[in-house]
């Protein structure tokens, strides 16, 4: 009896070490999946802090976002890790490459269009600071905005008789045109919240015009 109960606590412990994951490899294993999970958890804090889309800040910020976890990635040790761990990791490393052509693809359209929006850093430079709870120079910022409204209906009626555009660029210049506004009613909204009246007397933006 006693000899078959020796037995049976040897299964037991062969049992339990062949269960017990090897800790370095297990580590490994999960690295992958918890990278993704960060990532994922980086990247919408981002969206949501540079909310408006093709402006230069943004695309920077989430380059570098790019760039660092790519490293994150390169620096686990392939040879380590198992089957599943690599395939998260090569469609990862993928997707992460896709974003970052895709924000190549932004930034050259976008200097394409630069013409286009001769006003939009101003309008990108005064979201920042509201984004940093910067109360701008009220009087300035609705001079400012009165001569964007010039700026834009020029440029309108530039874009009447212009025809060089092409379906790409014109979807890019539609997507920067409605961050613009984005910007500017964001800024509008901050500064109506701080100071309890209208900039400069400036009316608040509308949906057809970036302008105030």
């Known amino acids: ?8 606590l040897m299964v037991l412990s062969l049992s339990a070490a062949a269960q017990r994951p090897d800790t370095d490899l297990y580590a490994q294993s999960s690295e992958v999946n918890n990278i993704m999970v960060q990532y994922e958890a980086d990247r919408a ?3 949501r802090f540079y909310a408006i889309r093709n402006s230069p800040e943004r695309r920077e910020r989430m380059e570098q976002l790019y760039a660092e976890y790519r490293q994150r990635l390169n620096a686990l040790d392939w040879s380590r890790l198992p089957t599943g ?3 998260d990791y090569v469609l990862f490393n993928r997707n992460l490459s896709s974003e970052w052509h ?3 693809v932004e930034q050259k359209e976008v ?3 630069k013409s286009w929006f001769p006003f939009a850093d101003s309008i990108y430079a005064a979201e920042a600071r509201r984004r940093r709870g910067l109360t701008p120079d009220a009087r300035k910022l609705a001079a400012t905005w009165n001569q964007v409204a010039k700026d834009v209906k020029a440029k309108q009626a530039q874009l009447a008789k212009d025809s060089s555009l092409t379906p790409e660029l014109g979807l890019r210049g539609l997507g920067a045109a409605r961050g613009l506004q984005q910007a500017v009613r964001s800024t509008y909204d901050f500064m109506s919240a701080t100071t309890r009246s209208s900039p400069g007397g400036c009316p608040r933006p509308t949906g057809n015009s970036i302008a105030c």
């Open 85 to 87: 761990s690599r395939v």
């Open 1 to 8: 009896m006693k000899h078959i109960f020796s037995c049976c």
């Open 45 to 47: 804090i981002l969206n």
């Open 102 to 104: 895709a924000a190549q």
């Open 111 to 113: 200097a394409q269009l």
